[in-house]
């Protein structure tokens, strides 16, 4: 099991959710599974407004994939820069914005803030 917490200002308390490993689920699911309130337009990685701060709560280096659509979506919303994208390609920095309808759940324990 994963540990997925979200953080956001209308909740109280955090959210602290087990998903199965690789399940592939995406943020967007997991938020709407547990009516967060996010407002998220397309569901399509086309309008940006499902863009949440995820933070990997583990220290190790890992690899950090974005998709290209991923990818396009949060330049073209100001989410990210160009300088952060080539950082993300170059370096595997991972970005602090993720599209929660594009992210999907691993192995890796995350902090979501929205
Ligand atoms: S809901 Fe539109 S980009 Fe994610």
């Given at each position: 099991?994963?540990?997925?917490?979200?953080?956001?200002?209308?909740m109280?308390?955090r959210?602290v959710?087990?998903?199965?490993?690789?399940?592939?689920?995406?943020?967007?699911?997991?938020?709407?599974?547990?009516?967060?309130p996010?407002?998220?337009?397309c569901?399509e990685g086309?309008?940006?407004?499902?863009?949440v701060?995820?933070?990997?709560?583990?220290?190790?280096?890992r690899?950090v994939?974005?998709?290209?659509?991923?990818?396009?979506?949060?330049?073209?919303?100001?989410?990210?820069?160009?300088?952060?994208?080539?950082s993300?390609?170059?370096?595997d920095?991972?970005?602090?914005?993720?599209l929660a309808?594009?992210?999907?759940?691993?192995?890796e324990?995350v902090?979501v803030?929205?």
């Amino acid at each position: 099991m994963v540990t997925v917490t979200f953080l956001t200002p209308p909740m109280r308390e955090r959210l602290v959710v087990e998903v199965p490993e690789n399940s592939h689920v995406t943020l967007l699911k997991l938020m709407e599974r547990y009516n967060l309130p996010k407002t998220c337009i397309c569901g399509e990685g086309k309008c940006g407004s499902c863009a949440v701060k995820v933070a990997p709560m583990r220290r190790s280096a890992r690899v950090v994939s974005l998709n290209d659509i991923e990818r396009r979506e949060l330049l073209r919303a100001g989410k990210m820069s160009r300088e952060e994208s080539e950082s993300h390609v170059l370096k595997d920095i991972p970005p602090r914005w993720r599209l929660a309808c594009q992210y999907e759940i691993a192995d890796e324990p995350v902090l979501v803030a929205f």
